[in-house]
Nanobody, 124 residues
Framework: QVQLVESGGGLVQTGDSLRLSCAGA????????LAWFRQASGTEREFVAG????????YLADSVKGRFTISRDNAKNTVYLQMNSLRPEDTAVYYC?????????????????WGQGTQVTVSS
């Protein structure tokens, strides 16, 4: 069983940066594809960013390309989401997820483990 715990959310202003962290416990994350999803109030959860087990292949949603970066440190059993140039539309609860996935996928049904989420609020 894998436990994922996100941290780093908060209230920021437009244009600010935040770095989210997601630490794994119970099992090493190095064997999993990791991703970040987000869910704004009243909307469905959507894919934000993903990385393969080595961190050598990353992929981002079009809405965050050029602003967000996903990375992982397997030695620390942690995945990060660096968010720059934040906008009000980035406001959401951000979740990290892990899955035993071959290749890349933005489909949340393939991710087996989820964190509890961390709130990011961007004021205008």
């Amino acid at each position: 069983q894998v436990q994922l715990v996100e941290s780093g959310g908060g209230l920021v202003q437009t244009g600010d940066s935040l770095r989210l962290s997601c630490a794994g416990a119970g099992r090493t994350l190095s064997q999993y594809t990791l991703a970040w999803f987000r869910q704004a109030s009243g909307t469905e959860r959507e894919f934000v960013a993903g990385t393969d087990w080595r961190g050598s292949s990353t992929y981002l949603a079009d809405s965050v390309k050029g602003r967000f970066t996903i990375s992982r440190d397997n030695a620390k059993n942690t995945v990060y989401l660096q968010m720059n140039s934040l906008r009000p539309e980035d406001t959401a609860v951000y979740y990290c997820a892990a899955g035993s996935i071959v290749g890349r996928t933005t489909n949340q049904k393939f991710y087996n483990y989820w964190g509890q989420g961390t709130q990011v609020t961007v004021s205008s």
